[in-house]
């Protein structure tokens, strides 16, 4: 025959797993903060780095897809990957910038029509404004945009 534990050891109990429970909770909490932070902080600053460093007409010339074919598919296949990744780090929970990341990873791909919605992002006025701020403060030129008609020209010639 099988002991019962009396009620009141059982009550004691529970209350003991449940304050390790809130424990683990709030230390996991703090971590999970802090990994979002972190890669906020960390997104940023490589967003910024790249805008920086980008030519200041590196959208002003037409678009050549990179050189050897084996760069093609590994830049497409870490572009798709990215993507992927960021979809994952969208999710409620789970720390990291999911946004950017798509952004990064689609960047990185081969697709068609994208330099088009690239300078659409470029083009709005809130956006180009801080990204001419951020050149600035560093020395560099604003980036030059094609005019919207040339790049609708260059798209339907492909």
């Known amino acids: 025959m099988s002991q019962l534990a009396e009620p009141s050891s059982i009550v004691d109990r529970l209350g003991d797993h449940a304050t390790d429970l809130g424990h683990f909770i709030r230390a996991h909490m703090a971590m999970t903060i802090g ?8 997104s940023i600053g490589l967003t910024a780095w790249v805008l920086v460093r980008l030519p200041d007409d590196a959208f002003a010339k037409p678009h050549a897809p990179s050189g050897h074919p084996v760069v093609r598919v590994l830049k497409n296949v870490g572009g798709v990957l990215l993507i992927l990744l960021g979809i994952v780090l969208s999710f409620p929970g789970i720390p990291g ?61 492909r």
């Open 35 to 42: 990994a979002g932070v972190a890669t906020l902080a960390i």
């Open 97 to 157: 910038q999911g946004f950017l990341t798509i952004l990064i990873g689609l960047m990185l791909t081969d697709i068609p029509g994208k330099r088009r919605v690239e300078l659409w992002v470029l083009r709005r006025p809130t956006v180009n404004k801080a990204i001419t701020k951020l050149r600035e403060r560093y020395g560099r030129a604003p980036l030059e945009l094609p005019p919207a008609s040339a790049v609708a020209r260059r798209e339907s010639t």
